[in-house]
């Protein structure tokens, strides 16, 4: 999971969205031990709300990758 969320910061998404469960945790942890990714990470606890997400995307005119 950690080499995911490297290689999206490599990438150059800067805003992170989870919503911690038991399918997500290793992507959650991963993105909890990233100092960059810890500065821009909201965490939503329902996957619904994770459409976050895509409207943050689209307010800033940057791409959902």
């Known amino acids: 999971a950690a080499s995911v969320i490297d290689?999206?910061?490599r990438q150059g998404v800067d805003r992170f969205v989870i919503a911690p469960g038991a399918r997500s945790?290793?992507?959650?942890l991963a993105c909890a031990r990233d100092p960059h990714v810890r500065r821009n990470l909201r965490v939503v606890h329902d996957?619904?709300?994770?459409?976050?997400?895509l409207a943050s995307a689209l307010?800033?005119?940057?791409?959902?990758?």
């Open 25 to 28: 945790a290793p992507l959650a």
């Open 7 to 9: 290689e999206l910061v």
């Open 47 to 53: 996957e619904r709300a994770a459409a976050h997400a």
């Open 59 to 65: 307010a800033t005119l940057k791409g959902v990758r």
